[in-house]
């Protein structure tokens, strides 16, 4: 097991109504940016830092409100990607791709709505080097 890992968010986790319709949208949203569920199981399912499961799979779990998760782009072609991708896969519009430099100068992004009501976004920051794609973080075998 391993783990990549930035600088504040350790996972992000959405409680669902429907896996089903859920795993569809993001399974279409991952593939637009490059990525794939990178673990699942009965009533789950994950990909880097986000974990989305129903209430079912953990007791102790409610339905999540309306979240806003926004997704790193690497250019503006894939966020165009992400957000054709996802409204073919049940997400409503909700920002066509474009830039809002009311953010910032640059910043271009495109929004949807994912079946539990959550604003989903992906966004692309402009041109930048950046030092490495993550921190892999791999559990130490004696612990």
């Known amino acids: 097991m391993k783990f990549h890992r930035g600088r504040l968010i350790d996972h992000v986790q959405l409680v ?3 896996l089903a319709a859920a795993r569809r949208f993001y399974d279409a949203a991952f593939e637009a940016l490059g990525l794939k569920v990178e673990t699942e199981g009965p009533g789950f399912f994950g990909c880097d830092e ?4 129903t209430a079912e799979a953990h007791a102790d779990f409610h339905l999540t409100g309306r ?3 926004a ?3 690497q250019d503006q ?21 474009g830039f809002r430099d009311t953010y910032h100068p640059g910043y271009y992004a495109a929004f949807a709505i994912d079946p539990d009501g959550n604003n989903i976004e992906a966004v692309f920051h402009g041109l930048a080097t950046r030092s490495a794609p993550s921190i892999v973080i791999v559990p130490h075998p004696k612990a």
Do not use: E, I, W
């Open 16 to 18: 669902v109504k429907d």
């Open 50 to 53: 986000l974990y989305v499961s």
């Open 67 to 69: 979240a806003h998760l």
């Open 71 to 73: 997704f790193q782009a």
């Open 77 to 97: 072609a894939m966020v165009q990607r992400f957000h054709a991708a996802v409204t073919a896969a049940g997400g409503r519009d909700n920002g066509a791709p």
